[in-house]
Each structure stands twice: as structure tokens, then as C-alpha cells.
């Protein structure tokens, strides 16, 4: 486990950490969220929060009430992944880079959690939250991404009692990143967030991408953050449909190293068609969006692959294989 909390992080810490929240009429949740990052033990060297056009008054509101934190205030809406990196780009001197979505409401504790982990499992370069329901804190949102090999992502833990389960720190194939820590230097030299994703399956796509650079990721129970989950675009919205099945072909193309590629491409396309008829038009519409784009993404392939430190054994341990698990999402 973590060390004993009265034994403090050193306090250089405290101006290494930028945390980032991305903002889309997130109204009251917004307040809520930023009170909770200026809540924090360890407080910050600089709290970004980048508004994607909303309409909703919330950016105005958080200006007033948080003077103490920057503002970048967008024409249109760019979308999760290049509203982030525009604000990676922009913080000042940070050793690491914080990520809390506008409907997450972090533990006063949470950044101070993460930083231990950080201390105590120097082998892992990023980091994952214990996120529970907003609306039920007995119930789990989730402990992390899992990826199963056919090219299907999802929340581990999700909806599950919180009590006795995923109590130790262990190892995860990418964090949620509603609540994450990254080395700035690690997104940075990765390019960061792939901006054509928009948003969903960013944060799958951009913690595979490091674990092909040899990194690893470490799932931190102690830092707790309370999520409402898909809170500002629905979970089975036609928005969130639409981008989370095209953004997952997109993410399987361009990160499965060959021959692998190849061998698992018969599963990954019987589970695109299996997805139109259950999630319907929007499904439809983002598979044959994903088809256009493949050009794009194809030359972001040959870049990845050129580039990765690792092969598909090294990922072996961290995904999923069997057709159970498939099936229970567990």
C-alpha cells in the first residue's frame, strides 16, 4: 500500500502539478468541480480551465468565483481531446498534468493520493482514479479502461458495489481521464490527445499509445473522485454513440501492432457489425465515418508504429482475450 499520509511529499510538488478541467455548459457542476481542485491538500501550481463555447453562463460564473485560476475562453467548441492539448501546451514549468472532468468532484485528498502512488511505484508513469457514482457513492463508476483485443473498450468496475472491491493498487491498461495523471513530457511526446477523436475513446487511444512507448499505468484506490458520468452528453445519446464507435476503430487501426492487426481485424469487424442493429443510425453513421477517415488514420499508424518501444506480447498482460469477459464487461 501507499505510505502512511503524515509523511508529506516534498513541497516542490506542490509547483510541478497543473491540473486541466474542459468545460461545456457544465453549469453548477463546473463550481462544484473547480471548489474541489481549490479543496485540495497539495494545491496546484496552475488550474487551467478551457470553456468550448458553452452557452450556459458556468465559465462567467467560475471567472468570478476562482480568480486565482486561468481561463481559456474558445469561439467554438473544439472538442475534448484539442481543448486539452491547447491547455497542455500552455501550462508554465509542470512536471504533471492533472485531468478532472467538469462532473468529477475530487476527494480533498486526490492529488495528494496520486502523488504518493507516484513516489512509491516509480515504474509507473501514468495514473488512474477510484471514481464512484455522484448520485451513489455505495456504487463504483469505475477503476479504469479495460481493452479487450478484438478492439473493444470499456470501464472496469462500472456499476458494481463499491465495498470490498479494487482495494489495492494494480495495474490497468489506461486511466479514465475524467480523473488522471500523466508526465506532461509523456503527452508531449506522444503528440498528445488525438484531436480528430473530438472526444470519447481519447483517453483509451492516447494510454495505448503510451504503453506502446514502454509505459505503464497504476490504478490508485486511495484517490477518490465522485463522478456523474456522461453528465453533459448522455451515456446512449446519439452524440455519444456516434463518436465512441467511430473512435474505436479509429483506436484499434492505429495502435495493434502487426501481424496482430491483421489476425484480430475478422473479430474487430464482426463486432462493428454486431454494434449497428443494437445501437442503431448514429453506429451506422460513425462506421462509415471511420471508413473515410481511414486514410488519416493510416499515416498515423506508420508514425506509431515506427515509433513504439514495445510489441503485442508486452500488452498481453493488460488486456483482455477471452469471449466471457467479452460478454460481462467485468
Given at each position: 500500500?501507499?505510505?502512511?499520509?503524515?509523511?508529506?511529499i516534498?513541497?516542490?510538488?506542490?509547483?510541478?502539478?497543473?491540473?486541466?478541467?474542459?468545460?461545456?455548459?457544465?453549469?453548477?457542476?463546473?463550481?462544484?468541480?473547480?471548489?474541489t481542485?481549490?479543496?485540495?491538500?497539495?494545491?496546484?501550481?496552475?488550474?487551467?480551465?478551457?470553456?468550448?463555447?458553452?452557452?450556459?453562463?458556468?465559465?462567467?460564473?467560475?471567472?468570478?468565483?476562482?480568480?486565482?485560476?486561468?481561463?481559456?475562453?474558445?469561439?467554438k467548441?473544439?472538442?475534448?481531446?484539442?481543448a486539452?492539448?491547447?491547455?497542455?501546451?500552455?501550462?508554465?514549468?509542470?512536471?504533471?498534468?492533472?485531468?478532472?472532468?467538469?462532473?468529477?468532484?475530487?476527494?480533498?485528498?486526490?492529488?495528494?493520493?496520486?502523488?504518493?502512488?507516484?513516489?512509491?511505484?516509480?515504474?509507473?508513469?501514468?495514473?488512474?482514479?477510484?471514481?464512484?457514482?455522484?448520485?451513489?457513492?455505495t456504487?463504483?463508476?469505475?477503476?479504469?479502461?479495460?481493452?479487450?483485443?478484438?478492439?473493444?473498450?470499456?470501464?472496469?468496475?462500472?456499476?458494481?458495489?463499491?465495498?470490498?472491491?479494487?482495494?489495492?493498487?494494480?495495474?490497468?491498461?489506461?486511466?479514465?481521464?475524467?480523473a488522471?495523471l500523466?508526465?506532461?513530457?509523456?503527452?508531449?511526446?506522444?503528440?498528445?490527445f488525438?484531436?480528430?477523436?473530438?472526444?470519447?475513446?481519447?483517453?483509451?487511444?492516447?494510454?495505448?499509445?503510451?504503453?506502446?512507448?514502454?509505459?505503464?499505468c497504476l490504478?490508485?484506490?486511495?484517490?477518490?473522485?465522485?463522478?456523474?458520468?456522461?453528465?453533459?452528453?448522455?451515456?446512449?445519446?446519439?452524440?455519444?454513440?456516434?463518436?465512441?464507435q467511430?473512435?474505436?476503430?479509429?483506436?484499434?487501426?492505429?495502435?495493434?501492432?502487426?501481424?496482430?492487426?491483421?489476425?484480430?481485424?475478422?473479430f474487430?469487424?464482426?463486432?462493428?457489425?454486431?454494434?449497428?442493429?443494437?445501437?442503431?443510425?448514429?453506429?451506422?453513421?460513425?462506421?462509415?465515418?471511420?471508413?473515410?477517415?481511414?486514410?488519416?488514420?493510416?499515416?498515423?499508424?506508420?508514425?506509431?508504429?515506427?515509433?513504439?518501444?514495445?510489441?503485442?506480447?508486452?500488452?498481453?498482460p493488460?488486456?483482455?482475450?477471452?469471449?466471457?469477459?467479452?460478454?460481462?464487461?467485468?
Open positions: 500500500m501507499f505510505p502512511d499520509p503524515e509523511k508529506s516534498s513541497c516542490e510538488y506542490n509547483a510541478l502539478i497543473a491540473v486541466i478541467v474542459v468545460n461545456y455548459n457544465a453549469g453548477s457542476m463546473l463550481l462544484r468541480c473547480l471548489e481542485i481549490r479543496s485540495q491538500t497539495i494545491r496546484p501550481k496552475q488550474v487551467i480551465v478551457v470553456d468550448n463555447a458553452s452557452q450556459d453562463g458556468s465559465i462567467l460564473a467560475a471567472e468570478t468565483r476562482f480568480p486565482e485560476f486561468d481561463f481559456i475562453k474558445l469561439e467548441n473544439i472538442g475534448f481531446a484539442a486539452n492539448n491547447l491547455a497542455i501546451h500552455r501550462t508554465d514549468g509542470c512536471y504533471w498534468i492533472a485531468l478532472l472532468n467538469p462532473d468529477a468532484f475530487a476527494a480533498p485528498d486526490w492529488l495528494e493520493r496520486m502523488l504518493h502512488a507516484s513516489v512509491s511505484y516509480p515504474e509507473y508513469h501514468f495514473f488512474g482514479a477510484r471514481m464512484l457514482m455522484d448520485d451513489d457513492h456504487k463504483l463508476d469505475g477503476v479504469g479502461d479495460i481493452y479487450h483485443a478484438v478492439g473493444l473498450p470499456w470501464r472496469m468496475g462500472h456499476g458494481k458495489t463499491a465495498a470490498g472491491q479494487f482495494v489495492n493498487p494494480m495495474e490497468i491498461f489506461s486511466p479514465c481521464a475524467a488522471a500523466y508526465r506532461r513530457d509523456d503527452l508531449i511526446m506522444i503528440g498528445g488525438d484531436e480528430d477523436f473530438f472526444c470519447y475513446v481519447e483517453d483509451v487511444d492516447v494510454g495505448f499509445r503510451l504503453r506502446l512507448m514502454g509505459l505503464r490504478y490508485v484506490p486511495d484517490a477518490i473522485v465522485f463522478h456523474k458520468g456522461s453528465a453533459l452528453t448522455g451515456r446512449r445519446s446519439n452524440f455519444a454513440v456516434y463518436h465512441g467511430r473512435n474505436l476503430i479509429w483506436t484499434f487501426l492505429k495502435n495493434v501492432p502487426a501481424p496482430w492487426v491483421w489476425l484480430l481485424s475478422p474487430h469487424l464482426l463486432l462493428n457489425f454486431v454494434a449497428v442493429p443494437l445501437l442503431g443510425l448514429p453506429a451506422l453513421r460513425a462506421k462509415r465515418d471511420a471508413l473515410i477517415g481511414l486514410g488519416n488514420i493510416w499515416r498515423k499508424r506508420h508514425v506509431i508504429q515506427r515509433t513504439r518501444c514495445i510489441g503485442f506480447r508486452n500488452l498481453v493488460v488486456m483482455k482475450f477471452s469471449l466471457s469477459s467479452l460478454m460481462c464487461r467485468d
